[in-house]
T-cell receptor
C-alpha cells in the first residue's frame, strides 16, 4: 500500500508547455523528497522540502510543500524533452525508511 | 568515487535458481538500502543496513531473500529458489546519516533487473 498518492499517473505535453504533478498523503511527513527516474536507471534526487509552505526552485522546476506537510507539488515551466521521465515523490517514515509514490510518467514531445 | 555501483545490471534466470546481486555504495556512506521496483510502481523498501548491522527487514523480504553487508562496505542480496514473481528491478541506495536524523536523501545505483523465466 502506497502512503503517497501521485497524480496524474501519465502526462504527455508539447515542448514549451507547463505542467504540474501532485503528491498527496493522509500522513504528515517531516520531509518530502522528489526524485526523477529515467528508464533502466535508478532514481535521482531532485529536492528535499522540510518546512510546511516551503517553496523551492530548481531552474524551471518549482517544488511546494503543503502547509500541513501532507502534500506537495512539482511545477515545470516551459518543459523540454530532457524533462521526460518518471517523477517520484517520497516521504520519510520510521526514521530510516523512505516510502515512494507510484510516480508520474512525464513525456515531453519535441 | 563515481556513485553507487550495482552488478549485474541484468540477470535472466530460470525459476528455482539462486541469484546474487552486489552493491558498492558511496564509500563514506554509512547506510545502505535495498529496494525493489516493479513496472508502474515506485520503489518498495526491502531492508537497510547501518554500517554492517541489518536493522530492518520488510515483510516483502521472504525467507528466500537474504542480504549481507559483511564489513560495512559492499552488500549482497541473494534470492534463493527464484519465482516468477521475483522479477523486478532491485535497487541499492546509500546515504550518509549523521546525528541520527533521517534526511531521506538517498543515492541510488542503476539497479539490477531480474527476469525469472
Amino acid at each position: 500500500t502506497q502512503l503517497l498518492e501521485q497524480s496524474p499517473q501519465f502526462l504527455s505535453i508539447q515542448e514549451g508547455e507547463n505542467l504540474t504533478v501532485y503528491c498527496n498523503s493522509s500522513s504528515v511527513f517531516s520531509s518530502l523528497q522528489w526524485y526523477r527516474q529515467e528508464p533502466g536507471e535508478g532514481p535521482v534526487l531532485l529536492v528535499t522540502v522540510v518546512t510546511g509552505g516551503e517553496v523551492k526552485k530548481l531552474k524551471r522546476l518549482t517544488f511546494q510543500f503543503g502547509d500541513a506537510r501532507k502534500d506537495s507539488s512539482l511545477h515545470i515551466t516551459a518543459a523540454q524533452p530532457g524533462d521526460t521521465g518518471l517523477y517520484l515523490c517520497a516521504g520519510g517514515a520510521d526514521d530510516y525508511k523512505l516510502s515512494f509514490g507510484a510516480g508520474t510518467t512525464v513525456t515531453v514531445r519535441a | 568515487d563515481t556513485g553507487v555501483s550495482q552488478n549485474p545490471r541484468h540477470k535472466i534466470t530460470k525459476r528455482g535458481q539462486n541469484v546474487t546481486f552486489r552493491c558498492d555504495p558511496i564509500s563514506e556512506h554509512n547506510r545502505l538500502y535495498w529496494y525493489r521496483q516493479t513496472l508502474g510502481q515506485g520503489p518498495e523498501f526491502l531492508t537497510y543496513f547501518q554500517n554492517e548491522a541489518q536493522l530492518e527487514k520488510s515483510r516483502l523480504l521472504s525467507d528466500r531473500f537474504s542480504a549481507e553487508r559483511p564489513k560495512g562496505s559492499f552488500s549482497t542480496l541473494e534470492i534463493q529458489r527464484t519465482e516468477q514473481g521475483d522479477s523486478a528491478m532491485y535497487l541499492c541506495a546509500s546515504s550518509l546519516e549523521i546525528s541520527g536524523r533521517f534526511t531521506g536523501e538517498l543515492f541510488f545505483g542503476e539497479g539490477s533487473r531480474l527476469t525469472v523465466l
